[in-house]
């Protein structure tokens, strides 16, 4: 196909800005017509994709693209074709282009390639499970905090996935199938080798050991890799192999290179990154001729769906996910949702009404989005732009100025310069107050420092400008956590109501509903969030928090249970599925039901399955606090005061700020008959709380 040139229009709407060569067709910058003469570069941007029709099956039903599934693609704006080419208009797209983090960065710490890996793994595995399809390539995935998405693919079959090539629907199914998954397979090996080495596998003969570029690789991902790049296909492992394999890997959180890794000091070959097979695939697509029945073209002209930007008027907006999360899709044939469960852990969240001391404060959940509010730059760095991506907002102007501030606070965001990257993100904000990224930028820098009430104050400020779903949602969260619940409140009903179909609104609202002691509003909102969403680990975790406060201990423990069985590895829902065995066990004591020996069975039982979650939660993170602390307790009534008296201890190493610590310290030594201890531990106690009528009471009892 023609590449449109700098300067030139797509359907009178788009500017061509740049343009480069992709896997499979071309991706557009543009810009959007002005609305008026005076506009200027405040025109929206857009990246378009381009793709000959005749790559097409005729017929295909196209708009199936603007629903596919959101946690593995970038959404849609709109769909149409215009000489020919089938054009796809991107909403906003935030991530790190893998073929810019490749060639600046490979190669990669071991933690890191592992991590990304299971990201690509968990994509590809989603997106066949719904039977749909992409291309594993550097040039079409973003590396986003939550995983990794596609620009390209789609439904199976509503696009070629073979570069240059119609669907071929004469071939047997089976063995399509087949050939795809091993390409798939052979490119996500391409990827791991390169992230590994820094340099490509060889497409010719045979390809080097990964060992001898560094030996601190498994044998085992060393065997995946080798053999996902075997030649005959029959030799290469299925994904799922892969995919069980890597969930089973511990990956440390560290990504950074150390120089004690042995992959500090290699350096990447870029010559050999420059001439992979990935960067062969694009040239053997530019290099291609497409030829087709030219009523296969006239058969599609003029067709559009969805929601297109016209000439002449401000761009229609689109409504936007928040940043990097995935967001609730209805299918259109019977309005059922789907997406793809991806938990994150988080600090102890809202404790219910044990029957035992409990620290005085609520500790705060840091998970309430489905990423972390400043993990990784949310520039768009496209391979062909360079780093100059800003230059869309090309010109001596505000916009200008602003962008370049925004790629500095991102510099110093990735050097770890907290107070250089909030300043430059202020300047942003300040040079461009329309621009919704920037505003998102810096209130999220806000957050990562907790200053809550200079986020709430600039999203107040912002959503006058920019009343967008995210926006609101952001400012609800942050107003919560500055304590501000009618502001809160306020700013999520507006969210809901520009996006009612987002189940993470729903879960923010249950969680200010939970801060206002509104627990039976908490528990609809979280339901309905549940409805929407079910395999959230999140959603159930909180929803048993907000149960266990209205003394429901099945339905708190049902929930529990399921956030575990979602996600078993995240430590905090071990702790709260413990919190609620604990809770139940103190009902079942006051039960007047119950004989004393049926009383002294259940309370047996639900002890020790206590014991068995706390420590649970303490294999996963044996820097859990909360956890060694609750097992104390449990171990307190299941008359083991020994193990009860180290369990305290370490809680109290851990964390020795929390007065309730101490209290159980004291309460365990005082068992033991050790009472000085207990007195000193339990004058610790009030000394940090002395308003607890619990505590003052302990060191008079004691004297």
Not at 116 to 137: A, C, E, G
Not at 401 to 418: F, H, R, W
Not at 621 to 640: C, E, F, P, R
Not at 650 to 658: A, H, R, T
Request: proline share 5%; charged share 25%; with cysteine.
């Amino acid at each position: 196909m023609d590449i449109k040139k700098k300067g030139e229009w797509i359907r009178n709407t788009y500017e061509v800005i740049d343009a480069f060569p992709f896997v499979q067709g071309v991706l557009y910058f543009t810009r959007v017509a002005a609305k008026a003469q005076d506009q200027g570069d405040d025109r929206p941007a857009r990246f378009v994709h381009g793709l000959d029709v005749r790559l097409l099956e005729r017929g295909a039903p196209l708009e199936n693209l603007l629903h596919r599934d959101r946690s593995s693609f970038f959404p849609l704006q709109g769909l149409f074709v215009q000489e020919g080419i089938l054009y796809q208009v991107f909403g906003r797209l935030e991530g790190t282009l893998m073929a810019h983090h490749l060639y600046h960065s490979a190669p990669l710490a071991l933690p890191k390639v592992l991590s990304i890996i299971q990201k690509v793994t968990d994509s590809l595995v989603s997106i066949r499970d719904k039977d749909q399809f992409t291309l594993v390539h550097p040039q079409n995935m973003l590396l986003t905090s939550d995983g990794v998405r596609f620009l390209y693919g789609g439904s199976v079959g509503l696009l070629p996935k073979v570069r240059g090539e119609p669907v071929n629907w004469e071939e047997d199914e089976v063995l399509r199938t087949k050939k795809e998954k091993a390409m798939d397979i052979y490119s996500l090996g391409a990827l791991a080798y390169i992230m590994l080495t820094g340099t490509s596998p060889s497409t010719q003969g045979r390809v080097e050991p990964i060992q001898l570029y560094r030996n601190d690789v498994p044998s085992e991902l060393n065997q995946y890799v080798m053999a996902c790049l075997e030649p005959d296909p029959v030799h290469r492992p299925s994904l799922h192999e892969l995919s069980r394999w890597i969930q089973q890997v511990s990956i440390p959180g560290d990504f950074q290179k150390k120089k004690d890794d042995p992959v500090y000091y290699l350096k990447p070959d870029f010559e050999s990154l420059r001439e992979n097979l990935f960067s062969q695939m694009v040239r053997d697509v530019l290099s291609q001729r497409v030829t087709g029945p030219a009523e296969g073209v006239t058969e599609w002209e003029g067709w559009q769906a969805g929601q297109l930007d016209t000439p002449g008027q401000e761009a229609a907006l689109t409504r936007q996910e928040p940043k990097g999360e995935r967001v609730w899709t209805r299918h259109p044939e019977d309005g059922t949702g789907t997406s793809r469960q991806k938990g994150l852990s988080s600090l102890p969240t809202s404790v219910p009404q044990d029957p035992v001391p409990l620290p005085q404060k609520e500790e705060k959940e840091v998970s309430l989005f489905r990423k972390k509010p400043v993990w990784i730059a949310t520039t768009v760095l496209l391979g062909g732009l360079g780093t100059g991506f800003y230059l869309f907002l090309s010109g001596p102007s505000d916009a200008e100025n602003a962008a370049k501030y925004y790629g500095e606070s991102m510099k110093y965001v990735q050097n770890e310069k907290m107070d250089q990257a909030v300043t430059m993100a202020e300047q942003a904000v300040e040079a461009a107050p329309q621009d919704k990224t920037y505003l998102l930028h810096l209130a999220d820098l806000y957050w990562k420092e907790k200053k809550y009430q200079q986020a709430v104050t600039v999203l107040e400020r912002g959503s006058r400008e920019i009343p967008d779903a995210e926006v609101f949602d952001l400012l609800a969260m942050n107003a919560l956590y500055a304590n501000k619940l009618k502001p809160a409140s306020k700013a999520i009903k507006q969210a809901i109501s520009l996006d009612p179909d987002n189940p993470q609104y729903h879960y923010h609202q249950g969680k200010i509903y939970g801060a206002a002691e509104k627990y039976d509003a908490a528990v609809r909102s979280l339901q309905k969030a549940i409805r929407m969403e079910g395999d959230d680990s999140r959603f159930h975790n909180s929803l048993a928090t907000y149960l266990l406060k209205k003394r429901d201990y099945k339905g708190a423990e049902k929930h529990a249970r399921q956030a575990v069985e979602l996600n078993p590895e995240v430590s905090d829902y071990q702790v709260k599925l413990g919190k609620v065995y604990l809770a139940h066990r103190g009902e079942a004591e006051k039960d007047k039901q119950l004989s004393l020996q049926e009383k002294k069975v259940r309370m047996k039982e639900l002890t020790e399955k206590s014991i068995q979650s706390f420590a649970e939660g303490i294999r996963l993170d044996s820097k859990n606090a909360t956890a060694h602390y609750y097992l104390s307790i449990s171990q307190y009534y299941d008359g083991d005061y020994k193990s009860a008296e180290k369990s305290a201890q370490k809680s109290l190493q851990l964390s020795p700020e929390v007065a309730s610590f101490y209290y159980q310290y004291g309460v365990v030594l005082q068992r033991l008959d050790k009472r000085k201890e207990a007195a000193d531990n339990y004058k610790k106690a009030l000394d940090l709380d002395p308003e607890n009528t619990l505590y003052k009471k302990a060191v008079e009892q004691i004297q």
